[in-house]
């Protein structure tokens, strides 16, 4: 297991920070109407990432998602920029802005999607695996899901084949409590979902959404019994989302007392408490940080801004791989 010391600490007090101010652009640019459809903000689950990444290797470690994807891809080393220029829907978007939020995707760092369909990733991600075994490559799949997803008869026949053919993948779901708008309590029988994993014998665990280090610990071990040849895991990691399920939504389901009481846990709020008690730098430090993040985004959104749409005609190259496709000889006839 690797050492966290103070370098790892304001990694992920910086990463964070920059991660929350991101998705607070986001949500800034969808209400001016430079970005359109849908968009669903990652705000409060900021830990997940922080940890998920430190224990992976991620030169040879996959991820999966489902459709609250823009931070996640940055956190395995996609540029910033090229995120929001996929939300812009511009030609240097990460699917040539073609995909929009819920599409995000990058073959360098091995991340696949960004996915639309509830647990429609689930299967996906164990295929990826399978693929991982089957040429012999020691990558490990990390398969993200939200607790809605976990009712999809996909999860099942995916958890079943996982642990029969001891997959190299970990399961993960972001247990933010509410399904679009619909509580676990109401949505579900089984009112810890990590229970669900001991229908297959396989090995799983509760964990703290709100502190990366516990997130390191549990991901860690789940990731080197899948890469040792042990099979999955499955983590149930308990968060908490502070905006809505997307742009559109009221939230009528829950209180803003609520919120704000979940906010007490806020993870980069616990992070900031740790280096300021432990001394390791200042406030005056931290906030230094702020100008950076900012300055950081607005270049961002300066690259979204300046490059050109998204070119309709290039849907048949980066669909189609062979050149030759039938579908596409019909069209150039046409």
Same mark, same amino acid.
């Given at each position: 297991?690797?050492?966290?010391?103070?370098?790892?600490?304001?990694?992920?007090?910086?990463?964070?920070?920059?991660?929350?101010?991101?998705?607070?652009?986001?949500?800034?640019?969808?209400?001016?109407?430079?970005?359109?459809?849908?968009?669903?903000?990652?705000? =409060?689950?900021?830990?997940?990432?922080?940890?998920?990444?430190?224990?992976?290797?991620?030169?040879?470690?996959?991820?999966? %998602? #489902?459709?609250?994807?823009?931070?996640?891809?940055? *956190?395995?080393?996609?540029?910033?920029? @090229?995120?929001? #220029?996929?939300?812009?829907?511009?030609?240097?978007? %990460?699917?040539?802005?073609? /995909?929009?939020?819920?599409?995000?995707?990058?073959?360098?760092?091995?991340?696949?999607?960004?996915? /639309?369909?509830?647990?429609?990733?689930?299967?996906?991600?164990?295929?990826?695996?399978?693929?991982?075994?089957?040429?012999?490559?020691?990558?490990? !799949?990390?398969?993200?899901?939200?607790?809605? #997803?976990?009712?999809?008869?996909?999860?099942? $026949?995916?958890?079943?084949? *996982?642990?029969?053919?001891?997959?190299?993948?970990?399961?993960?779901? $972001?247990?933010?409590?509410?399904?679009?708008?619909?509580?676990?309590?109401?949505?579900?029988?089984?009112?810890?979902?990590?229970?669900? /994993?001991?229908?297959? &014998?396989?090995?799983?665990?509760?964990?703290?959404?709100?502190?990366?280090?516990?997130?390191? $610990?549990?991901?860690? @071990? *789940?990731?080197?019994?899948?890469? @040792?040849? @042990?099979?999955? %895991?499955?983590?149930?990691?308990? !968060?908490?989302?502070?905006? =809505?399920?997307?742009?559109?939504?009221?939230?009528?389901?829950?209180?803003?007392?609520?919120?704000?009481?979940?906010?007490?846990?806020?993870?980069?709020?616990?992070?900031?408490?740790?280096?300021?008690? !432990?001394?390791?730098? %200042?406030?005056?430090?931290?906030?230094?940080?702020?100008?950076?993040?900012?300055?950081?985004?607005?270049?961002?959104? &300066?690259?979204?801004?300046?490059?050109?749409? *998204?070119?309709?005609?290039?849907?048949?190259?980066?669909?189609?791989?062979?050149?030759?496709?039938?579908?596409?000889?019909?069209?150039?006839?046409?």
């Amino acid at each position: 297991m690797k050492k966290i010391n103070n370098d790892i600490y304001l990694k992920w007090y910086k990463d964070m920070s920059f991660w929350r101010k991101f998705e607070d652009k986001c949500r800034s640019l969808y209400l001016k109407q430079k970005i359109r459809g849908f968009l669903h903000l990652y705000n =409060g689950q900021e830990a997940i990432p922080a940890g998920l990444v430190h224990a992976m290797d991620l030169k040879k470690d996959k991820m999966i %998602t #489902a459709y609250r994807c823009h931070i996640l891809p940055i *956190a395995m080393g996609v540029n910033p920029k @090229n995120i929001i #220029a996929e939300l812009f829907g511009k030609n240097t978007g %990460t699917s040539c802005g073609m /995909g929009g939020s819920m599409h995000i995707f990058s073959k360098k760092y091995r991340f696949y999607g960004g996915h /639309g369909i509830v647990g429609g990733q689930i299967p996906l991600g164990a295929g990826i695996a399978f693929a991982d075994k089957y040429f012999y490559r020691d990558g490990v !799949t990390i398969t993200i899901m939200g607790d809605g #997803a976990v009712n999809q008869g996909s999860l099942h $026949e995916t958890f079943n084949m *996982a642990m029969i053919w001891k997959l190299p993948v970990v399961f993960i779901c $972001e247990n933010n409590r509410y399904a679009m708008g619909t509580s676990v309590k109401r949505s579900s029988n089984i009112k810890n979902i990590y229970k669900i /994993g001991f229908s297959y &014998k396989m090995p799983s665990f509760c964990v703290d959404g709100m502190d990366p280090l516990k997130i390191y $610990e549990h991901a860690y @071990n *789940a990731i080197s019994r899948a890469r @040792n040849g @042990n099979g999955p %895991t499955f983590l149930d990691i308990l !968060t908490y989302r502070y905006r =809505g399920h997307s742009m559109s939504d009221a939230e009528t389901y829950r209180s803003k007392k609520e919120v704000n009481e979940s906010k007490n846990r806020d993870p980069i709020l616990l992070i900031k408490q740790y280096l300021l008690k !432990t001394k390791i730098v %200042t406030e005056k430090v931290l906030n230094s940080f702020q100008d950076e993040i900012n300055k950081k985004i607005n270049e961002c959104v &300066k690259f979204a801004e300046l490059s050109y749409s *998204a070119n309709v005609e290039k849907l048949y190259s980066v669909v189609y791989n062979q050149k030759d496709y039938p579908f596409l000889e019909k069209k150039r006839k046409k």
